[in-house]
């Protein structure tokens, strides 16, 4: 039997009603529109509605996707939801997902490594599939940031944003043998290349949630050291995007379309440039959806499949820095 490889067969993303623009949020902080767009590329952002939490945005995009992919709920045997803001300590978002598509078989969880989530949620769930441990997984990234703001922070509540986004990985022989990391694999796969994980968990104290069940403090609000999050992101950012295009024998002209995780304009800009790849290439959203954390990458996703860009058989690098330090990549042929 050939090797298997995770293939994306759908993709799907929800957002909230409302929307929050900045001259809005200029009226409750010290801020301006001018402010926010100069030295972060945000406009607005969608903001989850009383009563509605992480796990319906999960579920709504999840419907999308299944759809997208012409399957059904009872078709799906694993659920990966990638979250940093879940509606409750436990049970996992992902399991509230399940409930929610009338599912009561199968495996679900969440995975947690903050603004990275996704990629690292679609690692976890491309294992499982290559391992043959799973045939159809949903693999979600979904969150309500809008809960965890100190919103009289000028210098974070302005850059987050609500949303989910999801895409539906089916497993496929790859006739072509084993793409990726093997170097002797081919690029020519369909499906999830490679992936690329890191972590640094000496850079906790840069961007973090105080409190906690486990520090007996209700959760609070996210803390950061803006500057340094910037610096170290452009770089490592950089590094991961080498290491993925490297470990499959390629070179960053090959590169179709980067979808990189949405946290701020100038970081997009930054490590574009330091990559020499057209700004044209790199799929933005960062204007509307403002940083939505795990989400960002599935959500912007879905807006360049949807409106024609990312088409059959090119080659999508998504990429994401965030809290711990995590930071990733994941190199897929759609
Ligand atoms: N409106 C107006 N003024 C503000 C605002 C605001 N919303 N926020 C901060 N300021 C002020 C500061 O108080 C400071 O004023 P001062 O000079 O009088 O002290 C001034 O603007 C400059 O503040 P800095 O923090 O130095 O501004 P900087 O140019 O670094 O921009 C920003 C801040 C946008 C947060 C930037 O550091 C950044 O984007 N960092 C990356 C952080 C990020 O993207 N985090 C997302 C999560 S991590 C991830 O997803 C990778």
């Known amino acids: 039997m050939n090797p298997l490889i995770s293939k994306i067969a759908g993709c799907g993303s929800y957002l909230p009603q409302r929307v929050l623009t900045n001259d809005e949020l200029a009226t409750k902080v010290d801020t301006s529109d001018a402010w926010i767009v100069e030295r972060t590329g945000i406009h607005q952002r969608h903001i989850a509605a009383e009563g509605e939490f992480t796990s319906d945005l999960a579920?709504?995009?999840?419907?999308?996707?299944?759809?997208?992919?012409?399957?059904?709920?009872?078709?799906?045997?694993?659920?990966?939801?990638?979250?940093t803001t879940p509606d409750n300590t436990f049970p996992s978002v992902a399991t509230q997902v399940q409930a929610k598509l009338g599912l009561g078989n199968g495996a679900a969880f969440d995975v947690q490594a903050a603004c990275s989530g996704f990629i690292y949620g679609l690692a976890v769930a491309d294992n499982f599939v290559k391992a043959g441990q799973a045939r159809t997984v949903l693999v979600i990234g979904a969150e309500t940031m809008s809960r965890i703001l100190d919103w009289k922070d000028r210098a974070t509540c302005v850059l987050f944003g609500d949303g989910a986004g999801a895409v539906v990985l089916v497993a496929a022989e790859n006739d072509l043998g084993n793409p990726g990391h093997s170097r002797t694999g081919n690029s020519e796969a369909r499906g999830i290349l490679s992936t690329h994980l890191h972590s640094d968990?000496?850079?906790?104290?840069?961007?973090?949630?105080?409190?906690?069940?486990?520090?007996?403090?209700?959760?609070?609000?996210?803390?950061?050291?803006?500057?340094?999050?910037?610096?170290?992101?452009?770089?490592?950012?950089?590094?991961?995007?080498?290491?993925?295009?490297?470990?499959?024998?390629?070179?960053?002209?090959?590169?179709?379309?980067?979808v990189p995780h949405q946290a701020n304009k100038r970081i997009l800009d930054g490590t574009a440039r330091k990559l020499k790849l057209p700004p044209e290439r790199i799929v933005v959203t960062i204007d509307r959806h403002a940083n939505t954390s795990a989400a960002s990458i599935p959500l912007a996703l879905d807006v360049a499949v949807r409106d024609g860009r990312i088409k059959d058989g090119q080659l999508i690098l998504m990429e994401a820095m965030g809290g711990g330090m995590t930071w990733g990549a994941g190199l897929v042929r759609w």
Do not use: C, H
């Not at 709504?60 to 659920?79: H, N, S, T």
């Open 201 to 258: 968990g000496s850079l906790a104290d840069l961007l973090y949630v105080d409190g906690g069940p486990s520090t007996s403090q209700a959760t609070g609000y996210l803390r950061m050291q803006g500057r340094e999050v910037f610096r170290r992101a452009v770089v490592n950012l950089t590094d991961v995007v080498l290491e993925t295009i490297a470990a499959n024998g390629l070179t960053a002209d090959d590169i179709d379309w980067v």
């Open 59 to 83: 579920f709504k995009a999840a419907e999308r996707a299944l759809a997208d992919a012409g399957l059904v709920a009872k078709d799906v045997d694993m659920i990966v939801v990638a979250t």
